[in-house]
């Protein structure tokens, strides 16, 4: 595989399981453009890896897996560079962390919200630490999920807990994500990586290519035109009034004045 050095990504095969940490830990391993650049790249590089037969992403230190994407990189963006920056982005990780050959275990070490939840969505299952919070902010910035939220969240615990925590914008902690189905396990801090990797151990007695025949099978039962649909809206809620507010205001470390006029 690809052995090159990443600025914001740590890889490393151990016993045939790869592992890739986001380490942007001043920004709580926030995602940037050259971070989902680089983690396309990792994971391309590991899938390709004949003897990686599992992969665990995770975030380091022990506070946050992801804890959104970076809000001061696209606050100024427009309608069509909004759509540009959802495309762009679920083509590069998002769908392409889903549609992988090689099973992707993402480890929730703390914090998942925004793009490091819709991450923990796009991989092939999920186990978290109980100081484990996730959630879907956008709505309190004025902007909704772009990277594939509003789809598979309600595809793994359906719509209306999915509308909920949505249209809410509240985290939930690791015991609730396990009642909802969200993730399959939950387990102690310290615990965590070791759990993931006693996952990988099991899935590895199995075939590799019915894993990926398997993984193939399921996706295909998602219609994806609401991924579209996710994308545009995604876009246009970059030009409206409420979505400077709510960037400027998280910039700002305020609470938003949000104009609140209704869409008719």
Do not use: W
Request: glycine share 8%; charged share 20%; with cysteine.
């Amino acid at each position: 595989m690809n052995t090159k050095a990443y600025k914001n990504v740590l890889v490393e095969i151990s016993n045939k399981i790869g592992f890739i940490t986001i380490n942007r830990p001043k920004q709580l391993n926030a995602l940037n453009k050259e971070t989902i650049e680089e983690l396309h790249e990792a994971f391309d590089g590991l899938n390709l890896d004949c003897n990686v037969r599992v992969i665990i992403v995770t975030g380091s230190g022990e506070k946050a897996f992801v804890a959104g994407a970076d809000i001061k990189e696209f606050m100024n963006f427009d309608e069509q560079q909004g759509r540009e920056l959802a495309a762009k982005g679920q083509e590069l990780l998002f769908d392409f962390v889903e549609n992988l050959t090689t099973p992707v275990i993402a480890a929730i070490n703390g914090f998942a919200l925004g793009g490091g939840l819709e991450l923990a969505l796009a991989s092939h299952i999920r186990i978290a630490s109980s100081n484990a919070k996730m959630g879907l902010p956008e709505v309190s910035l004025g902007v909704i999920p772009g990277y594939g939220g509003t789809q598979r969240l309600a595809q793994i615990i359906g719509k209306g807990r999915a509308m909920d925590m949505v249209l809410s914008a509240e985290m939930i902690d690791a015991e609730t994500a396990l009642q909802y189905g969200l993730v399959t396990q939950v387990c102690q801090q310290e615990d965590l990586i070791q759990t993931a990797v006693d996952k990988a151990r099991k899935l590895m007695r199995n075939s590799t290519q019915a894993q990926a025949f398997a993984i193939k099978a399921v996706n295909s039962g998602y219609q994806k035109n609401g991924f579209e649909t996710e994308k545009q809206l995604f876009g246009k809620a970059f030009t409206t009034q409420d979505f400077k507010e709510g960037t400027t205001a998280f910039v700002e470390r305020r609470k938003p004045n949000f104009n609140n006029t209704a869409i008719k």
